[in-house]
């Protein structure tokens, strides 16, 4: 008796054990974006996720490469390195967890350029599988991890640009020895684009802030499962953004921000489209089906504007929405709130974002908590801890100067 390969995945997780989302699958319009290696969409930092998952045009911080490499040549430490962990779906299991470590290195003199870095690691905990006659089950420990590094520049004083080259490895197969499948790690390569613009307008007496950015992420090869014979595309991301910030009195800010994403990934095509009760309409879903299946990367990302049956109406339900504030009070206290929004037959991901952050010359530390609009939602109460070191507050430490 030959066992086929199995592959898991986080979306098959989240529409078998979110009520919310099961029962919006029985609609015959429910169709989110299929994409594979999910996880690098998952918010790595406390802050961008206590603001509801924003960050393209917020202040530039260690964990930007993720919101917008580009705000890396506008930060003001020389440089700065970020661990962020994450336990994932914590209501219904208690060993899955995204670790994420990040940093940047200002180059130069000119304070107009940087290097960064991230490592992530998802783990989706021990997964045990049943046995046959013939083969015995497996304790598995699937997993996703990436690498990257980027560049960023300013182009002049306002205005800067990034890019970040990443390695993606995702190891969600298992084999069965005996029936001579054999299956390994899925690899991708991919790359991302984005640009920052910041300026200090003067609002009445008050030297306010004015920021907006974006970031087209994980441009690249499709990841090909089970030996090839399953490709992915990878989840490639607009991101736009705007941030505002007006001081509230001496050392008293207030950050107003709004992001809006969208995936830039086709739609698979729905079979209610399709009159399959004929053969007619059932050659021409699997027609549309072998297309999607066999579309480049590049070609679904502007296939990703016009591919919805609806129209114009129907494309505006894939963009998702981050509403935040952030209050900070001389840069060492931060309270933070916000809210993410996802259309119900895109995902059906709701939920307000709440978080506070404590910062001394070295260090900096963020926590965060989702509370779920559905309390029957996987993601409800999930927490997220960041931990920050400046290095310009090392170097202060040991004798050096601070960076103006």
């Not at 890396?72 to 299991?93: E, K």
């Not at 297309?291 to 679904?300: A, L, Q, R, V």
């Not at 991901?349 to 910062?359: E, K, L, P, T």
Request: hydrophobic share 40%.
């Amino acid at each position: 008796m030959n066992i086929r390969p199995y592959i898991i995945s986080l979306p098959a997780i989240l529409a078998i054990m979110n009520p919310v989302m099961t029962a919006a699958q029985d609609k015959n319009d429910f169709n989110p974006i299929q994409t594979g290696v999910n996880s690098l969409n998952i918010a790595p930092d406390a802050r961008g996720a206590s603001m509801g998952d924003l960050g393209a045009a917020t202040d530039p911080d260690a964990n930007s490469q993720f919101w917008n490499p580009s705000k890396y040549a506008f930060a003001y430490s020389q440089g700065a390195l970020s661990l962020s962990y994450t336990p994932w779906l914590r209501s219904l299991v208690n060993d899955i967890f995204l670790a994420n470590l990040s940093g940047y290195w200002k180059l130069g003199h000119d304070d107009n350029q940087a290097i960064s870095a991230t490592l992530r690691y998802f783990s989706l905990g021990e997964v045990s599988t049943y046995g046959s006659e013939i083969s015995s089950g497996q304790t598995l420990n699937p997993y996703e991890m990436s690498f990257d590094v980027g560049y960023s520049r300013k182009l002049s004083e306002k205005f800067s640009m990034g890019v970040v080259l990443r390695y993606i490895y995702s190891d969600l197969a298992f084999s069965d020895s005996y029936a001579g499948d054999q299956n390994t790690g899925a690899s991708a390569f991919s790359a991302d684009i984005s640009g920052y613009y910041t300026t200090y307008p003067i609002i009445g007496r008050n030297e306010c802030q004015f920021s907006w950015g974006w970031n087209i992420s994980n441009i690249g090869t499709k990841v090909a499962y089970n030996q090839g014979e399953n490709p992915a595309f990878l989840p490639t991301n607009l991101r736009l953004g705007t941030a505002f910030t007006f001081p509230l009195a001496d050392y008293h800010n207030l950050t107003f921000a709004l992001d809006a994403n969208k995936l830039l990934v086709p739609a698979r095509p729905l079979e209610s489209s399709y009159d399959v009760s004929t053969a007619e309409g059932q050659k021409e879903y699997l027609d549309a089906l072998e297309k999607w299946e066999n579309m480049s990367p590049i070609t679904g990302i502007f296939k990703s504007f016009s591919d919805a049956p609806g129209g114009a109406s129907e494309e505006l339900k894939e963009i998702m929405w981050s509403l935040g504030t952030e209050y900070s009070y001389n840069s060492q206290f931060f309270l933070r709130a916000g809210y993410f929004y996802e259309h119900a037959m895109k995902g059906n991901r709701q939920y307000f974002g709440i978080g506070a952050g404590f910062a001394l010359n070295v260090l900096r530390l963020d926590a965060s908590y989702m509370l779920a609009t559905a309390q029957t939602s996987p993601l409800d109460q999930t927490l997220r801890f960041s931990l920050t070191f400046d290095m310009d507050g090392l170097r202060e430490i040991f004798g050096g100067r601070r960076r103006r």
